[in-house]
């Protein structure tokens, strides 16, 4: 008998997208499913649109939310109405190949981890061809397990690339961080804390539409998205001391590729945030020093002893010809 997947999928101002994620997600070669569309509140047709796709589908359920409260607001309003054995997570915009559960599903059950991750995804633009996303140092061409410590530090984070064991999320009551952009990078490493390792796998893709107009790409540049941005890396590492966690294992404190991207405008309140935070952490980052690309631990270390100094140099540049230079020396 097949366990039953509970499908998540937040539903906010999608009208245009949401068809192609359901479409991929009825028509899945796996069909135990239990498919929770969360609607918070969305003021155009989505609402509709889900209506005629539960009128054919019965394993469609529509929960509709009295008060928007954003995506992860959302997931966990989908997470308190699962009744899977597993748990996935979709965002409404994206889409998935049609065996992708069918293989999330073998993996987790052959690997009998409370979490897969598939680092299979594409990234779907609008204007320009699709290309393959990789975050962090580690990229899975088989199927293999992953220490915690290793999956914190550099499996992609992203909560759409992972089917969940629901019991452990229960067990452990994780759920996402409400208000707050980034709630990802918050709810993974936190959850990989509670285990021992994870099993990663790179099979069938998952789509991942980049819009123009979605939230973080209209807010990339402002104050008070990096703003919160640093306060789920505070969050992180309190949960981290508050546990233990930190004292016991050897972590990244700020993730690669997203610190210096943020400091590109050179804004002087985001300076003054971050150097609380590197103050913060300090002990620990110069303990796991080997830990950190050259570039993140050369800011780290020029920003700590002087925060003018560090203003005036260009490290994202700096990092940019240093990956450039290692693509042309790993294609020759």
């Known amino acids: 008998m097949k366990s039953l997947v509970s499908v998540i999928i937040p539903i906010y101002n999608v009208e245009q997208y949401i068809e192609k994620c359901l479409d991929s997600v009825i028509n899945q070669t796996y069909k135990d499913l239990e498919i929770i569309c969360v609607n918070d509140c969305s003021p155009d047709n989505s609402a509709q649109i889900l209506l005629e796709y539960a009128q054919r589908d019965t394993r469609i359920k529509i929960v509709n939310r009295e ?182 294992h050897r972590v990244r404190l700020f993730p690669k590729d997203f610190i210096l991207p943020a400091l590109q405008n050179n804004n002087d309140k985001i300076y003054e945030l971050l150097l609380i935070y590197l103050v913060k952490i300090k002990k620990y980052v110069e303990r796991d020093k080997e830990l950190y690309d050259k570039v993140d631990y050369e800011f780290f270390t020029d920003i700590i002893q002087n925060i003018d100094l560090a203003k005036s140099k260009n490290y994202y540049a700096k990092k940019m010809v240093n990956k450039l230079r290692k693509n042309i020396k790993d294609k020759n």
């Open 67 to 248: 008060k928007n409260g954003g995506l992860s607001a959302a997931r966990n309003t989908g997470l308190d109405e699962a009744k899977g054995e597993y748990v996935y997570f979709i965002d409404s915009d994206d889409w998935i190949d049609l065996d992708y559960i069918e293989k999330m599903v073998s993996a987790i059950t052959f690997s009998k981890t409370d979490v897969v991750v598939n680092t299979n995804v594409i990234q779907e633009f609008e204007n320009k061809p699709s290309k393959k996303l990789v975050f962090g140092d580690l990229e899975i061409e088989e199927n293999a397990f992953v220490d915690a410590d290793n999956a914190i530090n550099n499996i992609m984070w992203a909560s759409w690339a992972q089917l969940w064991d629901r019991k452990f999320l229960v067990k452990n009551d994780l759920g996402f961080l409400e208000g707050h952009i980034y709630e990802d990078m918050h709810f993974s490493p936190v959850a990989y804390s509670y285990m021992d390792k994870i099993y990663a796998i790179a099979a069938s893709a998952y789509h991942y539409r980049i819009r123009e107009n979605s939230l973080c790409r209209q807010n990339e540049d402002d104050y008070s998205v990096k703003e919160k941005l640093l306060f789920v890396y505070n969050t992180v590492f309190d949960f981290f001391v508050k546990t233990n966690y930190i004292e016991n």
